[in-house]
T-cell receptor, first 115, second 114 residues
């Protein structure tokens, strides 16, 4: 079974530019989560998508956005990049459960550097 | 809002010995899940162990076990017979039963010395 895949693995952008990160979930998973892991910090929740809809959003400005496609893959878009956006962006997927718990499976992340 | 605190930014242990990583959390919920994740240099987050709050018995997975103290809101991870491959960043995480997001602590960098 293929795991969660993210692309690209590394990215260097200039302040003010825009970036798109991509994530393909494990087959059968409908939920995709995005987390930001800045240096020295824990993982901060960004977004949750399920069945093509944004279900929950973390405490990030609107220039962080995304979408989920009919095949459940997802994109994270960041506009007007700022230096503090430099971080590892992790995607995770799971089955959608109305109750109980479905384990999150993480990808290897995209390392974004903003100069 | 729920918070998760890991007060040990770094820990080290000798190979084959035992180490305990600390985690405390704050919540007003009575039912929830707690987790320990491991992040090696490969960057992929790997689930080590999980605990349901309604279960009094501490979870165990081979060399990994937890000490769950619900009243104290404490959730420590014990690694027995430490191996070089255990070296990684360890994150404690919390999830409401009905919620979707995981709330993570700041992480503890574990070094295993040969």
């Amino acid at each position: 079974e293929a795991g969660v895949t993210q692309s690209p693995t590394h990215l260097i952008k200039t302040r003010g530019q825009q970036v798109t990160l991509r994530c393909s979930p494990i087959s059968g998973h409908t939920s995709v989560y995005w987390y930001q892991q800045a240096l020295g910090l824990g993982l901060q929740f960004l977004l949750w998508y399920d069945e093509g809809e944004e279900r929950n959003r973390g405490n990030f400005p609107p220039r962080f956005s995304g979408r989920q496609f009919p095949n459940y893959s997802s994109e994270l878009n960041v506009n007007a990049l700022e230096l503090e956006d430099s971080a590892l962006y992790l995607c995770a997927s799971s089955f959608r459960r109305t109750g109980g718990y479905s384990p999150l499976h993480f990808g290897n992340g995209t390392r974004l550097t903003v100069t | 809002a729920q918070t998760v605190t890991q007060s040990q930014p770094e820990m080290s242990v000798q190979e084959a010995e035992t180490v305990t990583l600390s985690c405390t959390y704050d919540t007003s919920e009575s039912d929830y899940y707690l987790f320990w994740y491991k992040q090696p240099p490969s960057r992929q987050m790997i689930l080590v162990i999980r605990q349901e709050a309604y279960k009094q018995q501490n979870a165990t997975e081979n060399r990994f076990s937890v000490n769950f103290q619900k009243a104290a809101k404490s959730f420590s991870l014990k690694i027995s017979d430490s191996q070089l491959g255990d070296a990684a960043m360890y994150f404690c995480a919390y999830k409401e039963t009905s919620g979707s997001r995981l709330t993570f602590g700041e992480g503890t960098q574990l070094t295993v010395n040969p």
